[in-house]
């Protein structure tokens, strides 16, 4: 399956809620408040938030008043426009040129968002592309998740280093970076335990993790990202803030899409925070994880009009 299949495959959901909201008003050949009011609870279905939804009822009525007729074709591509607008630069980009080695990766959210499996998923997806990778089990909390990952990484070929449960997590951190760095690792990504970001004891044991790896690489890590279950809509953007707040993000993937219509969460938290999307989470497959393309999303969203919009 080709990267856009992949794509729309996993964002059909929300797909399906747009496209019968514009569909519709494209039968009727009309745009009254009441075709208005079904679009923008289309947008809040799929979380965008009020202010993209908004900008894109606004960004419609102009639209509408000066062509005189509700094209359902038109009123999408002025709605991509919209969104289009809103994400620009929101794609986040590994460089792989001239970085020290190891580069870290660590990955961080509340409790079921995916840090595990995205964990094993991005080590094949860099491994793919070339580069040596080893991950550190840092969830020591959940006797499962260091289980969950030696059969990722032997299924995957991936490097691991683990502790026993209840071990301390900064102390495997250590250790990953130590033998990352004495193997010549490209990438060392750390799974870290799912935490409430209410919880500052919780949210404290992070801090400490960074402080312990700086004694080595006082730049690292390299990469804070965020990894946010996209079924909980836009509970994720209040997730974000506080891990911003108390860890110091830079990035963000977004999992679990395929089981939702809540892909719009992807707008409201760069348009929040600019904070740039590293990867979807598209299925439960290790090439599921996806580098997140701005135009392989809105095309996902709108597909019935991609021939207009391309012509």
Known sequence: MGIFSKFKSGLKRGSAVLQGAFERVGVRGSLNQEDLFEIEEAFYACDFGPETTEEVLEEIKISFRDQKKADDGGLVNTARTVLSKILSGSEGMLDHSNDPSPQVICLVGVNGSGKTTTCAKLGHQLSLSGKSVM?????????????????????????????????????????????????????????????????????????????????????????????????????????????????????????????????????????????????????????????????????????????????
């Open 135 to 311: 991950i550190g089990a840092c969830d020591t909390f959940r006797a499962a998740a260091t289980e969950q990952l030696k059969e990722w990484a032997n299924r995957l070929a991936l490097d691991l280093v683990s502790g026993h449960h209840g071990s301390d997590a900064a102390a495997v951190a250590f250790d990953a970076y130590s033998s990352a760095l004495a193997k010549q690792t490209d990438y060392l990504l750390l799974d870290t335990a799912g935490r409430l970001h209410v919880k500052d004891n919780l949210m404290d044991e992070l801090s400490k993790l960074k402080r312990v790896i700086q004694k080595r690489e006082p730049a690292a890590p390299q990469h804070s990202w965020l990894v946010v279950d996209g079924s909980t809509g836009t509970n994720g953007l209040l997730q974000a803030k506080v891990f911003h707040q108390k860890f110091g993000l830079n990035g963000v993937v977004v999992t679990k899409l395929d089981g939702t219509s809540k892909g719009g969460v992807i707008v409201s938290i760069y348009r929040e925070l600019g904070l740039p999307i590293f990867y979807l989470g598209l299925g439960e497959q290790p090439d599921d994880l996806q580098p997140f393309s701005v135009e392989n999303y809105l095309d996902s969203l709108f597909p019935a009009y991609l021939s207009s919009i391309n012509a």
